[in-house]
């Protein structure tokens, strides 16, 4: 694809009340610096972020690299940036592999008579196809400078640079024949609000395609290997009902076989087609299946659905699952905020999820408008000394009665006794911190003689083991959609995700390297200390 070059002149002038219009210049002098000023003085708190955790939060690219004194730096950014968002494709192993015409075609399928290949569709015109040199603008503010709120810029001067990904959809050519697939789906990782809506989408997309070799493997990539657990025959008829409740139809698990043993399973079992519902770690199990398929010369296409609600994959607008998450955690943080409203001097604890990314606790306190301190890992915090939370906490007493506080799971980890345990999966085994902070105020009240009666609300695996809302049940929808064209279109090593409210396929490797955290300096964060009114916990020299 060309590269398509803009050149930013802003038409569009905002009216301004120290436009000329307005006779003698301003009704109020520097009235915009002025309101700012004040406004940003309670949340323009510049966090001072550790490098590790900027370039975390800023989800393209390592500009380190870039020589920004080359004129050409920017042809050659666009350039790099065209072949890591390449997509991995069977004819990069297969290159003699042709395509033939899809058999997806509303049109000729409906209503879906089943049997190929005799019922190809016809010649007919159908415009309901992807081209594949389609793009998605993956970043669409222009910042005028590095200084703009969230401004995530390439070069000091902050250019404007097209960063485009590939559209997801329908293809008019695939490279699968329908009647020889064996299509496989597991789901990985914790439970996730959608599970099932996805697997059903998956089902029924691929029998519009003509496709009837659709299995379940149970419970994660456990189910290659355990002799015990027999793969699930999937058909519409399976599915129909499952989007109804919570949790996963096929079961998940953590640990699990190496990769070689899973592809020879996916060898075994003559598996052509495997999709892949996980966060971080299941893709990355993903990405070496599709790795080790291509070494093996299998024609496997792997393409991944990213499930997580801690919502902390890379350049997705959002994850499915999460926005469920949210509104479920409405329900506890509501419970705390009536319990402490209603006791004297009551002080309610909620924590959410989210191992290091606080996401759903920063989402949930926002949506609430019913917390007065939220808590995340990517913030530091004291709950000690007169900026620590406790005093904070004192304060709230004393001048509103009551006080809800919302911590994440991952947030203050240096507080606790550090276990060097991990999961089956190997992911850090957490100290509580909800039970920690929790005690501290009990602890430091009581010290302090002040009455403070404190309730404490744990609703973890509530808040993923329900069904998913309407809005996560039409992202899931539209995931597992995508998930079986891209499949179809050949691709492998992939997963789909929503780019600025458009579907993309990205390359697997590109969305895991490590996981999206809440960006301190964000607007978001911003709006969400406005609305707590929490000030800042820790002192500048505490950094
Ligand atoms: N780096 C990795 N390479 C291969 N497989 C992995 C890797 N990390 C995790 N997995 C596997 O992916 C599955 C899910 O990982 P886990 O971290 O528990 O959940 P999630 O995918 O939600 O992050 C597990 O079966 C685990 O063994
Ligand atoms: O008790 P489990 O199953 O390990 O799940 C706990 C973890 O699951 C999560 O909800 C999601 O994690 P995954 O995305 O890895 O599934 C985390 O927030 C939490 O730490
Ligand atoms: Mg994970």
Redesign the pocket.
Known sequence: MGTISHVITPKLTLPHLTSSRFHGGSLFPHSNDRVSTLKLARVSRKIRVSSELKSQTSSTISHSAIDFSDPDWKAKFQEDFEARFRLPHITDVFPDDLPIPSTFCLKMRTPITGDFPGNYPSDEEWHGYINNNDRVLLKTIHYSSPTSAGAECIDPGCTWVEQWVHRAGPREKIYFQPEHVKAAIVT???LCPGLNDVIRQIVITLEIYGVNKIVGIPF???GFSDQELTEVPLSRKVVQNIHLSGGSLLGV????PS?NDIVDSLEKRGINMLFVL????????AN?IHNECCKRRLKVAVVGVP??IDNDILLMDKTFGFDTAVEEAQRAINSAYIEAHSAYHGIGVVKLMGRSSGFIAMHASLSSGQVDICLIPEVPFKLHGPHGVLNHLKYLLQTKGSAVLCVAEGAGQDLLQKTNAT?????AVLGDIGVRVQQEIKKYFKEIGVHADVKYIDPTYMIRACRANASDGILCTVLGQNAVHGAFAGFSGITVGICNTHYAYLPIPEVISHPRLVDPNSRMWHRCLTSTGQPDFFDDYDL
């Open positions: 990985c990782g914790g994660g990539y456990r698990s953590r640990g699990g990769v996980g966060g971080n770690g299941t893709h990355a199990g070496a499930k997580t999961d089956a999966s190997g992911n």
